[in-house]
């Protein structure tokens, strides 16, 4: 199976994936096409017995459940060189599945090492290790709708994984961070991220934060807490009071924290017992400075309300100086 054949049959833009080899790009399909609800699924056509017992082998290895009937969601049909039952052949080249010989099938779901986060251009380099997730290629381009995650709300946005773009007003607030960087994900990506593209390998916080379907919002900071090993990460936004504090356990499993910076309490008064003290000095640390320059900023509006005043002053001096006369 050359590169090309790969590409087209997977859907991926041949400009994306120039600096890719066509090893780097099977364990990239090997552990990231599409899933349809988190689920990949392959059904054999045209082998015998022993034949579909070894390839049921390679398949259940890869994480692939193997069916026996056809449907539209299957996502992979295998189909052996000498079939020839032309109205299923049809029915698979029609449907959504990825229709893979026996031999693509064995190069793409053979043992494969995940080694792809090797590659900077796939998992970039960030200044905080834990934003860093890897980039879906091309066959991640299509768009979903979806409706607002809002009760209140009958919105529907528009999103591409590929281009990690959502409509949505999170989206907006983060837009300007580069493809890779988690908190470039809002909720509506970071749940197809999780169930469709399928991170693996990861960082424990990062997998907690998409596993439990939690976007990043604008700002995020870090640092230490007594004798614990792993960073309480915090992270909040301009927009918003309520900020979410991630605080480890002693093996690196994270708990989340609601807090509101400007009342300065956790919600449902629900804290990590025993570091609260020294968490809300560092709390204070990083919303009190803030403040601060709210403060500063005051003489500014004065000034601007004195901007204002100038010339209701000006109009009294002039009628002043009318009355004199
Ligand atoms: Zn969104």
New binding site residues.
């Given amino acids: 199976m050359d590169k090309e054949e790969l590409l087209e049959k997977f859907n991926i833009n041949k400009n994306d994936v120039e600096n890719f080899d066509l090893n780097f790009l099977a364990t990239y399909l090997k552990f990231h096409h599409k899933k349809d609800y988190g689920k990949s699924t392959i059904l054999f056509w045209g082998f015998d017995k022993e034949e579909v017992q070894k390839l049921n082998e390679i398949a259940i290895n890869s994480a692939l459940d193997v069916k026996k009937r056809y449907s539209e969601n299957i996502t992979f049909i295998c189909i052996n060189n000498d079939f020839d039952d032309n109205t299923k052949l049809e029915k698979a080249n029609k449907g959504n599945s990825i229709v893979l010989n026996f031999s693509e099938f064995e190069f793409i779901f053979k043992n494969r090492d995940y080694n792809l986060l090797e590659n900077s251009d796939f998992f970039p380099k960030k200044e905080i290790s834990e934003i860093r997730i890897p980039i879906p290629l091309s066959n991640f381009d299509y768009e979903i709708e979806t409706d607002s995650y809002s009760f209140e709300s009958d919105k529907t946005?528009k999103?591409n994984l590929y281009k990690e773009q959502?409509e949505?007003k999170?989206?907006k607030e983060n837009s300007d961070y580069e493809k890779g960087d988690l908190r470039r994900l809002?909720?509506?990506?970071l749940n197809e991220y999780k169930n469709s593209f399928k991170p693996i390998n990861l960082n424990y916080f990062t997998l907690f934060l998409i596993s439990s379907d939690i976007s990043l919002k604008r700002y995020l900071e870090y640092f230490s807490v007594g004798e614990l090993e792993f960073p309480v990460y915090v992270s909040y936004s301009n927009l918003y009071n309520w900020v979410n504090i991630f605080f480890p356990n002693e093996n690196g499993k994270y708990t989340v924290y609601g807090y509101n910076k400007l009342e300065k309490r956790f919600s449902y008064n629900d804290k990590p017992i025993g570091y609260v003290p020294e968490l809300r000095s560092k709390l204070n640390q990083i919303f009190e400075p803030k403040r601060n320059k709210i403060n500063k900023t005051k003489p500014v509006n004065n000034n601007g309300k004195a901007g204002c005043g100038t010339p209701i002053l000006i109009l009294i001096i002039i009628a002043s100086l009318i009355s004199l006369l």
């Fill in positions: 946005y999103f959502c949505c999170e989206f809002c909720k509506h990506l």
